[in-house]
Each structure stands twice: as structure tokens, then as C-alpha cells.
């Protein structure tokens, strides 16, 4: 018979105390126990001084002891049963994207356009498994003729789709029935990609689109950019296009931008900001992106005014299915209505040829307060700090931002300190991890590639994905090291907020909460770095399987995760990587780095 002392702790706990009050009370005891050592070390030495930051440093290895203690026990608490490898998901999910299930978040009760919009509430307690690739996927060809020519297995489109598509935007060739190939002279408009590019370049006063870096253009957000012609073109320019669309279950232009090795996220005009902070691009440029600007009583038109830098440009290309040269259709249709809105958010039309359009924004912040009376209001200040998908707004940002400040006068920008030092640790980190982008640390034998094994070629990978990234450094790093590939800086939502400073330098950059899928298609990421991130993310409300299988969903096969953290978040790593069928080894340490740990995704 079970004591009475028994009886009342079933009454509390019930037959079975749970795993979690244990590992409370286990925590207690070792805290307990390392107090009182504490204590009675310090009667017995009582004659002996101590210093007060020995105290503090004492108390600061505990704290960091016991978190350590902790993940390791909560990895531990999952138990064996829950090592075993996660499972596939069904074929109807090879380019799953969540938080933009329509269907379901119509039944959710959304409806006015935000049934298309970003929605992870709805799409939160999903099932468990691994998002596998397509029966006929292949591993992308290297940069630069992987820009040229993809599989066409690897991506959720027909060969009907292409024949029936008659946009300018869309002409491909199939080469041959598993290849597409982009051809460089087709795509967005009129006579070809170059031309239009030169275009533009002739409309904004410059001799040639060459000069656009010395005009003040060093990023551009590309709205429905079409298959990335147009971004492929100003990448050969050293001109940094990020292509954001829609997300489309079939034929998506984000995804095959980024199949081809270009920048893209999926981005919606409807309900939401972007996530992008105000005064972030030099160019906004939509071609036939089918947004109608003067719906919602502008306020699209005034989201694209908030990430526009002063004197940025705003370039608009209608449909081209009317004669070379003819603009009546523009004139009726759009160009009223944005004549007379332009200046009430002190735009001019800098220029008009054929079917392009090019409205410039102000460089004089004083032109806000001496509109006319009935005017766009100004929004209040502060409000455009951290935008993240809040919603749309019918007022003027940016106008007190310490960051207002011309686009042809970025060179005057100041770099602080912090990013100098973060990109000293960067460069000798960067030559460290590129030596073990190898098959020999996954060998039956593994080894460190010594002074005599091959470094892997400068285009090794493409697409990769700082989840953490700081000041930007590592994408410093890279183009320092001319590796052919560009970074998505990822900015945490909770992380100090240095996305301004990376979209400043001219990098590709965006704020993401990781507690959330990222808006990608599945596949789209040759390399995944995430620096101190999973120590960072312990507090949150995140589930760290959650975090692991998104990583998996937005990595190619056969590509790297690169972890860099503490004892207790790398042994957390470890089981996870298990789980998920990733080959994992712990190689070096960096400052500022515990452990780095190097995992390698199979083809599943």
C-alpha cells in the first residue's frame, strides 16, 4: 500500500508525475546544491577578500552552466522514441509554402483580398514530416549557366503553361524535354532586356545603364518580375534586384527566379507591408505587375513611397500589347489619376517614353509641409520602426527618418565600428567554412581537407541564407572573396536591428521571425548560416522541430548547414539533424563561437 505521504502527491501530480515537473525540480536541486557550495565556501574563506567582479563572473558561468544543463536535459527528455527519423510528406506537397493556404484561410474567415495574403495563424499546427522533391528533381547546374538553363522537374510547371503564355515576360524555350533555357535577349519588353535597361537608363539622363551605380541605384525591388530577366540583366550590372511576387501554386515567378540563382521572396501588395524598413530602395520598378496603384485609396502606391529612398525612382511599364510608341491606353486608364496623386506625395514624372513611365521622389524633406491644403497626411514619428507585415497605412512615412538622405549622396554614409569588427571575424571565418564545403568531411573516413587537397571552385553554391546576420558581414566576406553568390540577410524580428545598415550597403536583406515559416518555396537555398541564432531563439515561444524543418523545406538536396553556437544548442542540433536525415559533424571553433557545426542534406 502507497503511503499516506504518496496519496497526497498523486492528489497533486496524479499517478505518473510529468517529465517537466521532474526536470523542475532536478534544475532546483543543482541550483540548490551550487548555492549552499557557494555559501559555505564563502564562511570557511571569510578572512580571504573577495572581489565583487569575480562574484559577477561566478554568477555569470553558473547562469550560462545551468542554461547549457537545461538544453541538454530537455534534449534528453525527449527520449529515445522520439529519435527516430521524421517521415515523408505525400507527393501533393513537393511545393508546399506555408501561411498561404487560400482555401483555408477562406474557411478561416478571410475574405477582401487577405484570403491571398500571409496568413501563419491558420496553417500553425501542421503535420510533421519532411517536404520531399520531386521524382525527376535534379541538382541545379553551377552559376553562371544555371541562370541560363534549369530543370524543368525542379520546378511546378508545364510545358502547356509555356506554349499557352503569351506575356513578353514569360518567352522561353525548352531545349529539350527535362531542360528550360531563359533566353538573354527575350523577356520583359519591346526589344529585349537590354534594351529596355538601357531604356530607362537614357530616361533618368545617364548614357547607358552602366552608370546606374553612379546615378545612386544599388537595389532595386522588382514587383512580379516576371521569370527575373530584368534582375539577371542589372546583376551583370553589379546592380542588387530583389524580385518579390505573389504567391502562385503553379508557374510561380519566385520560384523560378531563384532556381535561377536570382534573388526573389514572395511579397503581396494587398492588405500587409512588406517586411522591409522605410527608405530601402533606390529603384521600385513593376512592369506589367498587374497592381492597380489606385485601389485602397492608394495605399499601395503609398507602401512603395515608404521604402523608396529620396530621390529614388519609381519606374512604371504598362502592358505592351499596343503599337511601339502608342501610350493611349496608359494615358486614359492610369496616368490621370497618378498626375494628380504624384504630387500630393511630392513625386514628379521625371519622365515618359512609349509605355514606361519614371515618377522621382522628392530629395527635400520640406516639401511635405508646404503641399497644398488636403494633402497626404505625414504618419507619426516612429512609425515605420520594424515594419513586419503590419498593415497597409494611408500616410506619408520615413519624412523624420535620421536616414533621409539622397540617394546620389550615399557615399557620405558612416559605417559604424561594429560592423568593421564583424567583418574582420567574417573573413577568416568564411575561408575556414569554404575549405569544408567538401564530400571528404561526410566521407566513410572523414578528414580536414589539408594544404594538399583542392579548395571547392568560386561557384560551389548560389543561393545562401544568413538566418542571423548581424551587420552583414559574411556577405561582405563572400564579395571580398568574389564567391559567385548572394546572401539573404536575414534580420530576426527580436535581433538587433541592423536590417537599415544591410539594405544601405547594398545587400539583399529582410526582417523575419523565425517562430514562422519563411515566404519561400521549398528548395530554393544551396547553404543555410545561422550564427548564435538557436541560443538566441531558446526564449522565445519557438518550437526548435518547427525550426529544423523549415530549414529542410527551403534547402536544396545535397545542400550545407553551416550552425554556429553554444555546447547546449549544438548537441540540441544533433538530435534534430538526426531526425530530419541530415549527416552532421562538429568541426572548429570560431570567436564568438562555441562550436561550428557542419550538417549536409541528403536527397531523400
Known sequence: MRSSWSNKLSLIFGPRPPLNWLLLCLISVLALIAVLGSSSSNTFDSLTPISVPDIYTNYRRLKEQAAVDYLELRSLSLGASRQRELGLCGRERENYVPCYNVSANLFAGFKDG???????????????????????????????????????????????????????????????????????????????????????????????????????????????????????????????????????????????TLERGLPAMIGNFITRQLPYPALSFEMVHCAQCGIVWDKKDWTLLLEVDRVLKPGGYFVLTSSTSQPYGSSLSMKNSMLTPMEEMTPKICWTLKAQQYETFIWQKTVDSDCYTSRKQGAIPLC???????????????????????????????SSRVQPDDFFEDLQIWRSALKNYWSLLTPLIFSDHPKRPGDEDPLPPFNMIRNVMDMSAHYGGLNAAFLEERKSVWVMNVVPVNALYTLPLILDLGFAGVLHDWCEPFPTYPRTYDLLHANGLLSHLSSERCSMMDLFLEMDRILRPEGWVVLCDKVGAIEMARMFATQIRWEAREVSSLPKCTIVFLLFALII
Request: glycine share 8%.
Open 114 to 256: 487577405e484570403e491571398f495574403d500571409r496568413q501563419c495563424e491558420v496553417s500553425r499546427n501542421r503535420e510533421r514530416c519532411l517536404v520531399r522533391p520531386p521524382k525527376d528533381y535534379k541538382i541545379p547546374l553551377r552559376w553562371p549557366a544555371g541562370r541560363d538553363v534549369i530543370w524543368s522537374g525542379n520546378v511546378k510547371i508545364t510545358k502547356d503553361q509555356f506554349l499557352s503564355s503569351g506575356s513578353m515576360t514569360k518567352r522561353l524555350m525548352l531545349l529539350e524535354e527535362n531542360q528550360i533555357a531563359f533566353h538573354s535577349e527575350d523577356g520583359l519588353i519591346f526589344d529585349g532586356v537590354k534594351d529596355y535597361s538601357l531604356q530607362i537608363a537614357k530616361m533618368l539622363g545617364l548614357s547607358d545603364d552602366s552608370q546606374f551605380l553612379q546615378a545612386g541605384v544599388q537595389t532595386v525591388l522588382d514587383i512580379g518580375c516576371g521569370f527575373g530577366s530584368f534582375g539577371a540583366h542589372l546583376v551583370s550590372l553589379n546592380v542588387m534586384a530583389i524580385c518579390i511576387a505573389a504567391y502562385e501554386a503553379t508557374g510561380s515567378q519566385v520560384q523560378l
Open 380 to 410: 507619426n514619428e516612429g512609425h515605420d520602426v520594424r515594419s513586419y507585415y503590419k498593415p497597409l497605412v494611408s500616410c506619408i512615412s520615413g519624412t523624420t527618418n535620421k536616414r533621409w538622405t539622397p540617394i546620389r549622396n550615399r
